[in-house]
């Protein structure tokens, strides 16, 4: 029986649209529960929307909406987000599905019956964002730490699940298993925050203030503390204790979250499983932050990255190769398009690219794309005198990676892969199958550099199924290989000699153009002017969603925006800055000039034009009111 393996990404708040914050944990997820997959385990993947709280219920009525219908149509969006991805996720679960009001009402009440749960008066300092009371301790400048909003004093009668009880017993489980929270320096964070007495946990607020949320079963007159409802989906989407996909899976679950949830999942969680009677995860894995400019990419902040708009232009296995690579896990990684075009060129088009053009081409020419026979003088991994022991280097790497995903170390993971497809391609340099050979042996010891180039390919078409699933697909099928591989298929030799081989070009095409280069685009024009009717039909308007907005440096007027047009992204300066904040910008769509030629205002090149009207000191920009996607032209 195959060993059965459990991953959870975080559930995402429906409040916003996916971003590559959203992206990147679910992309790592994905890639963790691939490699599993591979390695032969029995894997569930499971993502979700957490849908109940103050946020949603106050994004609901800004948009004008019920926060049912908010979250229905953002939670599709994350669901339709990950399947244009090629997320692999096994469930997606939301929170205002039945099977979970359920679970979350029938724990709430076996803690009620268990005298863990008593009603008292609290009173403190309130973040909306975060959903939280904070201490003075934890309070930086009277503002949320993480928002950096000014927090809400809010005095009121609620419900306490007795937290503090576990203290003791919390920090003796973290100490005794070393790798409960990884990287250890979260680890080490946790330990540090339970040094000081731990507060009972505030787990309803009250229908007066806030409704949208499950009641609970004990008093209908409050709903559930949004965290005590969020993180029961991890169980409630196995059914609970007691059904079969339970029973199977929750004793080797994992979860994966951004460090800013680490307080939840590392304090609250252990304690809510353990007074519920029900095991603990077995590692909590955390990554850190995306930052733009050093900042973290949030909503709030005004300075979103669409994942979708970078998929769309680079190609989804770029987008997922960039991110694995780039960031290493735990630590936060500045993003630039800049980077992310760097990346595609020397590892993607160059290193595997080429690689992948050179053995196919050279497998058709010269041996009439065919995987040819070997001799045993020159079979295995080839001749050390010539090239190398490419057998011995697929092994490290194999056994690298291997090393690499137990500890979620994705980058280490890429880094030992790319060392493999330099060692093939300076097996190629060295080799030459290109030359004219002059005798026997000469013959040998091409059909030799072929046949382990080939294997080679093939190995590499396995390993990076994880990473790179459509490049991994397209490298196998060249080598007439098809089907879902495992681990026991990256074995020299495993390619058989006759098998077909087709040629690849163009595996990751290089970035030439200058401007795809350069810092994420956005969105914003200069101001207009006046044009003739006959001008006017040349005019291109286009529907811009605006991702991210920043003032220009020493500019009292000008933002520098970044719109999606669907397809791509644009950078575009507009004067609006005296009546428009950033953050209020973020997620709205506008209608702009889209081919008009680039201008620099300020350092900054802008490429088309928002359009806005004014009157009286007054200015409004061009806005919706149906909703177009990305890109559509506007009549």
């Given amino acids: 029986m195959s060993p059965a393996f459990y991953l959870t990404t975080p559930i995402y708040y429906v409040n916003d649209r996916p971003h590559l914050g959203h992206a990147y944990t679910t992309i790592v997820a994905d890639a963790m529960a691939r490699y599993r997959r591979l390695a032969g385990d029995d894997v569930w993947l499971l993502t979700g929307t957490d849908e109940h709280g103050d946020k949603i219920a106050q994004a609901a009525a800004k948009a004008g909406m019920t926060p049912l219908a908010l979250a229905d149509q953002n939670s599709a969006a994350f669901r339709e987000t990950w399947k244009v991805l090629g997320i692999s996720n096994d469930d997606f679960i939301r929170t205002t599905e039945p099977r979970h009001t359920k679970l979350v009402q029938a724990i709430l009440q076996k803690l009620w019956d268990a005298g863990e749960i008593y009603l008292g008066t609290y009173g403190a300092n309130y973040c909306f964002g975060c959903e939280r009371f904070y201490t003075e301790k934890e309070i930086v400048d009277g503002k949320c730490p993480d928002h950096q909003t000014r927090l809400t004093w809010i005095e009121e009668e609620n419900y306490f699940f007795k937290m503090s009880k576990y203290q003791r017993w919390l920090i003796e489980h973290i100490e005794r298993h070393p790798d409960f929270?990884?990287?250890?320096?979260?680890?080490?964070?946790?330990?540090?925050?339970?040094?000081?007495?731990?507060?009972?946990?505030?787990?309803?607020?009250?229908?007066?203030?806030?409704?949208?949320?499950?009641?609970?079963?004990?008093?209908?007159?409050?709903?559930?503390?949004?965290?005590?409802?969020?993180?029961?989906?991890?169980?409630?989407?196995?059914?609970?204790?007691?059904?079969?996909?339970?029973?199977?899976?929750?004793?080797?679950?994992?979860?994966?979250?951004?460090?800013?949830?680490?307080?939840?999942?590392?304090?609250?969680?252990?304690?809510?499983?353990?007074?519920?009677?029900?095991?603990?995860?077995?590692?909590?894995?955390?990554?850190?932050?995306?930052?733009?400019?050093?900042?973290?990419?949030?909503?709030?902040?005004?300075?979103?990255?669409?994942?979708?708009?970078?998929?769309?232009?680079?190609?989804?296995?770029?987008?997922?190769?960039?991110?694995?690579?780039?960031?290493?896990?735990?630590?936060?990684?500045?993003?630039?398009?800049?980077?992310?075009?760097?990346?595609?060129?020397?590892?993607?088009?160059?290193?595997?690219?080429?690689?992948?053009?050179?053995?196919?081409?050279?497998?058709?020419?010269?041996?009439?794309?065919?995987?040819?026979?070997?001799?045993?003088?020159?079979?295995?991994?080839?001749?050390?005198?010539?090239?190398?022991?490419?057998?011995?280097?697929?092994?490290?790497?194999?056994?690298?990676?291997?090393?690499?995903?137990?500890?979620?170390?994705?980058?280490?993971?890429?880094?030992?892969?790319?060392?493999?497809?330099?060692?093939?391609?300076?097996?190629?340099?060295?080799?030459?199958?290109?030359?004219?050979?002059?005798?026997?042996?000469?013959?040998?010891?091409?059909?030799?550099?072929?046949?382990?180039?080939?294997?080679?390919?093939?190995?590499?078409?396995?390993?990076?199924?994880?990473?790179?699933?459509?490049?991994?697909?397209?490298?196998?099928?060249?080598?007439?290989?098809?089907?879902?591989?495992?681990?026991?298929?990256?074995?020299?030799?495993?390619?058989?000699?006759?098998?077909?081989?087709?040629?690849?070009?163009?595996?990751?095409?290089?970035?030439?153009?200058?401007?795809?280069?350069?810092?994420?685009?956005?969105?914003?024009?200069?101001?207009?002017?006046?044009?003739?009717?006959?001008?006017f039909g040349k005019i291109e308007l286009r529907v811009a969603e605006v991702v991210a907005a920043e003032p220009v440096p020493k500019s009292k007027k000008l933002l520098k925006l970044t719109v999606s047009l669907g397809a791509e992204q644009r950078t575009l300066v507009a004067g609006i800055a005296e009546h428009y904040a950033p953050a209020d910008l973020v997620g709205k769509k506008v209608v702009v000039v889209a081919n008009l030629e680039p201008a620099t205002l300020m350092g900054v090149e802008s490429n088309g034009m928002v359009l806005a009207g004014s009157a009286d000191g007054k200015l409004a920009i061009l806005t919706l009111d149906r909703d177009l996607p990305p890109g559509a032209k506007v009549r």
Avoid at 230 to 239: D, E, F, H, Q, T
Avoid at 402 to 421: K, N
Avoid at 474 to 500: F, H, Y
């Fill in 181 to 535: 929270v990884r990287p250890e320096r979260y680890r080490n964070e946790i330990l540090g925050f339970l040094r000081d007495p731990l507060q009972d946990l505030s787990i309803s607020r009250p229908k007066t203030r806030l409704e949208w949320g499950i009641p609970l079963p004990f008093d209908d007159t409050y709903v559930t503390y949004v965290w005590f409802d969020a993180l029961i989906n991890y169980v409630s989407a196995l059914g609970g204790p007691g059904d079969p996909r339970f029973e199977k899976y929750w004793p080797h679950v994992q979860h994966v979250i951004a460090k800013d949830i680490v307080k939840a999942h590392a304090i609250y969680w252990p304690c809510m499983l353990k007074a519920a009677g029900l095991d603990l995860y077995r590692h909590l894995n955390v990554h850190g932050y995306w930052t733009l400019g050093g900042q973290k990419i949030s909503k709030s902040v005004g300075n979103l990255v669409e994942a979708l708009a970078l998929k769309e232009k680079y190609g989804n296995d770029a987008f997922r190769y960039f991110v694995l690579r780039e960031m290493v896990f735990g630590l936060d990684a500045d993003f630039s398009e800049e980077a992310f075009v760097g990346r595609l060129n020397a590892d993607l088009a160059n290193d595997l690219g080429n690689l992948v053009s050179r053995v196919t081409t050279l497998l058709v020419n010269l041996s009439e794309g065919r995987v040819p026979e070997t001799t045993p003088a020159f079979e295995v991994g080839g001749d050390h005198a010539l090239g190398g022991d490419l057998k011995g280097a697929f092994e490290k790497a194999r056994a690298d990676v291997d090393a690499a995903m137990r500890e979620f170390a994705f980058q280490r993971a890429l880094a030992a892969i790319w060392e493999f497809v330099g060692a093939v391609n300076r097996y190629i340099d060295t080799t030459a199958p290109w030359a004219r050979p002059a005798s026997h042996i000469a013959r040998g010891q091409r059909l030799s550099a072929l046949y382990n180039a080939a294997q080679a390919l093939w190995c590499l078409g396995v390993l990076l199924e994880p990473f790179l699933p459509e490049a991994a697909r397209k490298i196998r099928q060249a080598l007439g290989g098809g089907g879902v591989p495992t681990l026991r298929d990256a074995q020299w030799g495993r390619l058989a000699p006759g098998a077909s081989v087709q040629k690849v070009s163009g595996l990751f095409p290089r970035v030439v153009d200058r401007k795809a280069a350069a810092p994420v685009p956005g969105v914003v024009g200069a101001a207009g002017s006046r044009i003739s009717l006959d001008d």
